[in-house]
């Protein structure tokens, strides 16, 4: 099956210089995320070495080299969120996750909890999105609420 899928990835660039960075974009299209055996396949097809795709995928931020969440979490860690509170938010929801420091992907593959630097909303803050819903103001008690919800429909 993984070699379908990236045969059809395949047929799109192989006749076009530099489609490594399309090539990962579709690939983690495909696959939710760059799998290394989809990087493998390729390299030995584009005699290009795997190296050159992790590097690529390593140097990008939007590329992600494991699996993650169906319901994406990101907290806002920059200057305005910090001083409002931004870490005991972030502690909370690793804790109401059960997520480990070092891990950012629930065991049961239903959050990804990720920080950024600043979302650029320092009026609300502290900040929190998921799937791209912003939520403003957020205290360590209502982020928890704010998981609930998603828990609860992410089950249902």
């Not at 045969?7 to 995320?33: A, C, P, R, W």
């Not at 939007?62 to 990101?74: E, S």
């Not at 593959?109 to 929190?128: K, N, R, Y």
Request: glycine share 8%.
């Amino acid at each position: 099956m993984i070699e379908k899928k990236c045969q059809k990835i395949l047929n799109t660039y192989h006749t076009e210089n530099g489609s490594v960075i399309s090539i990962l974009q579709d690939m983690q299209e495909v696959f939710g995320y760059i799998r290394e055996d989809a990087v493998e396949w390729f390299s030995a097809k584009l005699n290009i070495p795997a190296s050159s795709f992790f590097g690529v995928a390593t140097f990008y931020s939007q590329f992600y080299l494991k699996p993650r969440g169906k319901n994406i979490v990101t907290a806002c860690c920059g200057t305005a969120c910090h001083v409002k509170g931004s870490e005991a938010i972030i502690n909370r929801m690793r804790a109401d996750l059960a997520v480990a420091v070092g891990e950012d992907t629930t065991a049961d593959g239903q959050f990804t909890l990720e920080t950024v630097a600043c979302v650029g909303a320092c009026s609300i803050a502290p900040v929190v999105i998921v799937n791209k819903k912003i939520f403003g103001g957020v205290t360590p008690e209502k982020s928890s609420g704010i998981l609930k919800d998603y828990e609860k429909n992410s089950k249902g």
